[in-house]
């Protein structure tokens, strides 16, 4: 962000009225349109208030604005019947046990076994949850900007956890506008919970973002949930709950933030699913990977789903309380 921009932001904060900001900047209202765009394109939501007397008072909104969930459909063009894709969640960036070395030799791992899709489950900045200044979040954003790994041919699908919500519902900062805007190969998948089609079959992105009191529906009809693949971050831990209809993964933190209740190791999934003749998943198959020298397999679970296929839409990952919001 430049330094104008900052000032900017400063006199927004302060309650500067658009007439004051112009005086203040020396520019014109072409030029304030200008500033006020490339701060939305820097991830501020933005409104503003007109008063009688005829002065625009702009307003950072500090919640959201849009809607909690994305829906994305990926095509299968290297193998109509195989999906894969590497699972990661709890970057942590900004926190003082993040570890970007990690992050380089997945990139490399990506590479070697020609997988061009890394699902991020949340938290991929440390956010503002212990009470960090503005600077700090933005210092955050900005690191991993420019220090995470970038591959032409590697998309990171992210859905945004409640650390990433903390600088938005903080200051007004939506990390998920600035990644995207700033780097084409980050997708956003939204906030909270998100659903990934392919072909016939659903996939489940979840992060709770429970401090705002947003969290994702885990209460579905159990025949919407048939042949579905729940990808969970947050726990820091992994886990694996399965039964002939779902497959629930509890995601590794790649951060070295882990909690002395689990007996478990910073890691990444890779997973791989294989679809039957109606398109619809069949075979999940699970690569647990850490990291040493070199990333290795720890364990690999195979499990079948069976059951009839029921799509699940976006509306029904959203519970009541998070439609209200909306």
Known sequence: MTDINKKLLELIIEGKTTAEIMAILKISHKQLLIRLNSLKNNG????????????????????????????LTISLEKNPSTFTALIVADYHT????????????????????????????????????????????????????????????????VCFGNHDYSALEKYGIDISKILCYERSDFVSLGFGASLINIKNGQIIVSHPVSHAKLKGNYNWPRETLERKIILKGHGHHDFIKTSEKKCIIKVPTLSDIIYSQYSTVPGALKLTIELNEDLQFEIVNIEHLIFMDNIKTTSFTKHELTGKQKLLTEDKILTRKQKRII
Do not use: F, M, W
């Open 94 to 157: 900004g926190h003082e046990r993040q570890n970007y070395d990690r992050i380089s030799k997945l990139y490399e791992y990506s590479t070697k076994e020609d997988i061009n899709i890394i699902i991020n489950c949340g938290d991929i900045i440390h956010g503002c949850c212990n009470n960090e200044e503005e600077k700090i979040v933005q210092k955050q954003i900005e690191y991993l900007i420019k220090n995470h790994p970038y591959d032409k041919d590697i998309l990171n699908l």
């Open 44 to 71: 501020y939501n933005l409104s503003y208030n007109v008063s009688d007397d005829g002065k625009i008072k702009y307003n950072i909104l500090k919640s959201i604005v849009a809607s909690l969930t994305n829906t």
